[in-house]
């Protein structure tokens, strides 16, 4: 990975940033760096790492975030990732769920730096890829500056360069993981602090992070921004900042979809069903004229059985219907 320049990332997230929703993402934005859903240490080492970890040569440049908090079994599993061709390997410190603080991992990480660190130091051992860690600013009582500032210093002390921290803390008791990203109030000023006090770190910031002029004023205080729901459910806006920040001209939306059409009909001959793929383009023209009627056509046809392509032109065909009536 090359971190000389600003960074543009799609944050990981459960059940979205899958390998299907990551070639779309490709198509929007060239330069963006995409990122796994969280997988387990022990289900990469034990499991199908087929269906769990493989990609498509077009993803990268693309990270792997792992979740745990065994030193060997994370040093194993990042060998795993580096040897299937990520680019990177991220350490999850920053899931607040009641299933990920049972296995002793995500954001009540926050609360044992020496242990990061630990695991830091061991994957950093196993691969010659990055080793990076996404945290908050801390969990539950934990809510100074100074405590993050000891986080970050003892992480970066076994080798941490790179740190996506959302700009939140986390409750681990008393809030859903939906209201984890909602409820506790954002501090960008923290983020911005932690880069002028660790100059020599690279620093990307994450959390309710939406349009082109939002990321363009992180920019000036962090080395990059990272964006979650709004480049899920409003996917344009990865090109508009793929073309504000690198010159990248701005695709034909319809375009997009035709540069899609050989990936979709390649899984789609080898069994896969549609719905597992076009459900990651629903929001592709949102905000736009026809918007609903593509989004319509997609929900109603794309999960039956023998659902292929004809079923993504019927949606587009009825975007421009709907939108050439409003028009009239």
């Not at 803390?169 to 006090?197: F, I, T």
């Not at 082109?212 to 729901?229: F, P, T």
Request: proline letters at 5%; aromatic letters at 6%; a neutral charge.
């Amino acid at each position: 990975m090359n971190y000389n320049e600003k960074i543009i990332s799609v944050a990981p997230m459960m059940d979205w940033t899958d390998r299907h929703c990551r070639v779309f993402h490709r198509l929007l934005a060239p330069h963006a760096l995409l990122y796994t859903e969280m997988v387990t240490a022990p289900a990469v080492i034990h499991g199908d790492r087929a269906r769990l970890l493989g990609f498509d040569a077009s993803e990268h440049p693309v990270a792997l975030q792992l979740g745990g908090s065994e030193p060997a079994e994370l040093e194993q599993a990042a060998r795993i990732g580096a040897e299937l061709g990520y680019d990177e390997i991220n350490l999850n410190v920053g899931c607040p769920s009641d299933r990920v603080q049972s296995g002793r991992f995500g954001a009540c990480l926050m609360r044992e730096p020496a242990l990061v660190a630990e695991c830091v130091a061991a994957m950093r051992a196993a691969v010659s890829v990055t080793v990076t860690v996404k945290c908050r600013l801390g969990v539950d009582e934990q809510d100074e500056y100074a405590d993050l500032e000891r986080f970050v210093e003892r992480v970066h002390a076994a080798g941490c360069t790179l740190f996506v921290v959302h700009a939140r803390k986390a409750w681990l008791q008393g809030l859903s993981p939906k209201e984890n990203r909602e409820v506790p109030p954002l501090n960008y000023e923290r983020v911005y602090r932690l880069k002028r006090d660790f100059p020599q770190l690279t620093i990307v910031i994450n959390g309710g992070i939406a349009g082109v002029g939002e990321v363009q004023e992180h920019l000036r205080h962090v080395d990059g921004a990272m964006l979650g729901r709004t480049a899920y459910h409003e996917p344009y806006r990865l090109a508009e900042l793929e073309h504000a920040l690198f010159g990248t001209p701005l695709p034909d939306r319809d375009a997009v979809l035709q540069r899609l059409r050989p990936y979709v009909e390649a899984h789609l001959a080898r069994g896969d069903r549609l719905q597992h793929i076009s459900r990651h383009i629903l929001g592709l023209y949102q905000g736009l004229p026809g918007a609903r009627a593509f989004r319509r056509v997609l929900s109603e046809e794309a999960h039956r059985a023998n659902a292929g392509w004809d079923v993504v032109e019927r949606a587009l065909a009825a975007r421009r219907g709907e939108s050439n009536r409003r028009a009239a």
